[in-house]
């Protein structure tokens, strides 16, 4: 189920901290390899396949999918851990990350999020929150168009380019291609749960863990406003803005994503030196 799980001890008796760390659509749990990296050891790193994504087999198709299908599994480890544990999440594992902490609010010590696509939360962004609703509607439609219409293809071509700008499916190397193609019958699914998702913001509200929620300056705007609203409702967030980044930053600008998310995770388990320091509740990212 996963590429990446670390586990281990500090000083021969404690417990590393736990960090559960979900991937974006279509990638796995690899896209997190890099962060294993920045925690260095000091964590205990598990980055699961969500379904139907790397060695994860796909939905079973029982009934209609939901994001309490793709959560549920992921709360499984959280309970199966000592102690509260550390949750990441970008885009989609965004999303999940939250269902997640909804369900174990007492269980989760911390919170990063890379533009989690929470995207039920847009009905209540008035004007703005609905026009971006309707535009992630129409994408979804069309890359659900060309999942039953067999034309897999177009419909990754579609989703990648939405995400990662005109152009980038082209670029993309071959295998690369064929790694989306595979994935692709999972994106409706995917969009259905997250715009269909019955969670009332108030649940956020009730979240009292440290929340660090990170955008690209160059969001598209449903997840840009997502991020937003997230950051008025929950009591313990921070928003940091990462210049020159899109949607994908933490593969565009891993090295920064990565370090932000470190910290952030590190400061609330106790292990960053400078963890008495306060952060302002907004900061846009260094370059």
């Not at 962060?35 to 964590?43: E, I, P, Q, V």
């Not at 550390?86 to 919170?111: D, K, Q």
């Not at 890379?114 to 209540?124: G, I, K, N, W």
């Not at 989703?159 to 994935?183: C, H, K, L, N």
């Amino acid at each position: 189920m996963s590429d990446i799980a670390i586990s281990g001890v500090i000083d021969g008796s404690d417990t590393k901290p736990v960090v559960i760390a979900l991937h974006c659509s279509g990638s796995s749990g690899r896209q997190w390899s890099r962060l294993a990296a920045t925690l260095d050891g000091r964590c205990a790193l598990i980055a699961p396949d969500l379904i139907g994504c790397g060695a994860n087999p796909p939905w079973s198709g029982q009934r209609r999918f939901s994001l309490a299908d793709e959560a549920w599994p992921i709360i499984d480890i959280v309970d199966a851990q000592e102690g509260p544990v550390h949750l990441v999440g970008h885009s989609y594992g965004g999303c999940v990350a939250l269902s997640v902490a909804r369900e174990r609010p007492e269980r989760i010590a911390s919170l990063s999020l890379y533009e989690p696509t929470a995207f039920h939360v847009l009905r209540s962004i008035a004007a703005d929150g609905r026009t971006a609703l309707e535009q992630i509607c129409c994408v979804a439609g069309e890359v659900s168009e060309g999942v039953i219409a067999g034309n897999y293809q177009a419909a990754a071509h579609r989703f990648i380019d939405y995400w990662s700008g005109e152009g980038t499916w082209v670029g993309m190397r071959p295998e690369s291609q064929a790694d989306v193609v595979r994935y692709i019958p999972k994106a409706p699914h995917e969009f259905n749960a997250v715009i269909e998702e019955p969670a009332p913001l108030a649940a956020f509200r009730r979240l009292e863990c440290p929340v660090l929620l990170m955008r690209g300056a160059l969001a598209p705007k449903s997840t840009a406003l997502i991020a937003q609203k997230l950051f008025s409702i929950i009591r313990d967030a921070v928003l940091k803005e990462i210049p020159a980044a899109g949607h994908m930053g933490p593969f565009s600008h891993a090295e920064r994503v990565n370090e932000m998310v470190a910290a952030h995770v590190l400061r609330a388990a106790g292990l960053d030196r400078a963890e008495n320091r306060k952060t302002p509740a907004w900061v846009p990212a260094a370059p």
